[in-house]
């Protein structure tokens, strides 16, 4: 009886996403005429354990116990649509965290995060978002995803425009961050550049710390695809995303100030079935609810 339930609430986002990528106007990645990575994007650290495949239309990530790796974007965003194929590792990954996300500079940054918890094998890997502005985070949410990321590539994605963010696993909205600014909340609008990393979470990724990383099944490897530049720049890193607010950008335009009605129900059932956790009902870590959740 579950198998079939699982299988129908999967057949209905496959028919949600072919109805709604003609409607919403989101584009999948293409591989084949994707950026090579060397165009936009540049090594940050690791330089020993980062692999480039299929001519830069693919890199690898590797981790061993003496250090990680990472990526990032040559340029600064002020918005735009940012999406990514990634396959994490799977094989006893827990203290293991995969990253992509977008962040600004400094100490009060502003930062929007797709995370890939590790977890030991036979155990599902957990995907948790995250979003900080003016150097505040602690706005985890954590969903257990209807696929099993590590055996194939799959895309990421987050939407950032000045109406909301939202985040997205293969087309389906899986959470809405909105803008209101106007009722006093803070929402990101700093210069971002698009990072990527594989690096060593084991105080915290898995069972809360408690699951350490078992180094004996390194090196560890996560491998990211989709290079192209879909953002609008900010070369001046004094001003913020403002100027990047333009209706000539599409992700700005009225489109996409809400999700669609196929988006909306899509959210709704993916939040119910998979989510896993929510800070907004977190009652032992904020007694007092979020005056942001009433509005997310």
Not at 13 to 32: C, E, P, S, Y
Not at 137 to 150: A, C, H, M, Y
């Amino acid at each position: 009886m579950e198998y079939i339930l699982i299988l129908g609430f999967v057949s209905t986002l496959l028919l949600i996403i072919k109805t709604d990528a003609r409607v919403h106007g989101v584009k999948r990645i293409d591989i084949n005429q994707e950026a090579g990575f060397d165009e936009n994007y540049v090594v940050t650290w690791g330089q020993d354990h980062v692999l480039k495949l299929n001519q830069g239309k693919e890199v690898q990530l590797s981790m061993v116990y003496s250090s990680g790796s990472g990526f990032e974007s040559k340029n600064h965003y002020g918005s735009g649509f940012f999406q990514m194929r990634i396959k994490v590792f799977g094989n006893n990954s827990a203290g293991v965290v995969t990253a992509f996300y977008l962040t600004s500079k400094g100490d009060t940054q502003d930062e929007v995060d797709f995370e890939f918890l590790g977890n030991i094998e036979g155990k599902p890997i957990t995907l948790q978002t995250n979003v900080y502005t003016e150097g505040r985070g602690n706005r985890e949410q954590r969903f257990s995803l209807w696929f099993d990321p590590t055996t194939d590539f799959h895309t990421y994605a987050i939407l950032w425009n000045p109406y909301h963010i939202v985040f997205y696993v293969d087309t389906i909205p899986i959470r809405v961050f909105n803008n209101n600014t106007s009722n006093g909340m803070n929402y990101p609008s700093k210069p971002m550049q698009v990072v990527s990393s594989l690096w060593n979470g084991e105080n915290w990724a898995t069972d809360g710390g408690k699951t350490k990383i078992n180094w004996a099944y390194a090196p560890f490897k996560a491998s990211f695809q989709g290079f192209s530049d879909s953002g609008c720049h900010v070369d001046d890193l004094s001003i913020n995303s403002k100027a990047c607010g333009s209706s000539m950008y599409w992700w700005n335009t009225m489109k996409y100030n809400l999700l669609s009605l196929y988006e909306q129900k899509v959210y709704k059932d993916v939040r119910k079935k998979y989510m896993s956790y929510d800070y907004c009902s977190d009652q032992s870590r904020s007694p007092i609810f979020p005056n942001e959740c009433r509005y997310n």
